[in-house]
């Protein structure tokens, strides 16, 4: 904090603050002018990302089993309930349905969520994975399955 001009009882002025992390902090809108209109700004930032068309992402949850025990985590940790063989055909012909009559989509991306999304991996994600072959992929995961 003293290399940054930030004393221990973090009385904060601008001005005391090395401008390298000021100018930084700014440049990435962390720090704002006080004649910015914050409001006005994320509407505009909600306006722009609501009236893409040409990106379509799409998050499934194919279970929401964990094998974890987090205190904070309000799911039922033993559940083995997951998506079924006929819930991936009906998701894979509503996506290609969709792709297919919006031609202006020019990048679909497909998340994984849920308790731990990739518990059913071989079930229900390579499936999915196999089937929908245009899609970029990711997963929010704990991911401790893994070896």
Not at 54 to 59: A, I, R
Not at 88 to 99: D, N, P, R, S, T
Request: charged share 25%.
């Amino acid at each position: 904090m003293t290399k940054w001009g930030i004393d221990d009882k973090l009385h904060l002025s601008l001005s005391n603050i090395d401008h390298r992390l000021v100018n930084t902090l700014k440049e990435n809108k962390i720090i704002l002018d006080d004649d910015i209109n914050e409001r006005n700004m994320v509407k505009n930032i909600l306006e722009e990302t609501n009236n893409v068309n040409d990106v379509l992402e799409f998050t499934i949850i194919p279970s929401l089993a964990c094998n974890f025990s987090c205190w904070y985590c309000y799911e039922n940790h033993n559940n083995k309930e997951h998506i079924s063989q006929p819930e991936i055909k009906h998701i894979v012909l509503a996506l290609e349905k969709i792709i297919k009559n919006k031609p202006e989509i020019t990048t679909f991306k497909i998340s994984f969520f849920g308790g731990e999304p990739l518990l059913f991996f071989k079930s229900v994600v390579v499936p999915l994975i196999e089937d929908i072959k245009k899609a970029q992929f990711n997963s929010s995961v704990f991911g401790a399955w893994l070896r």
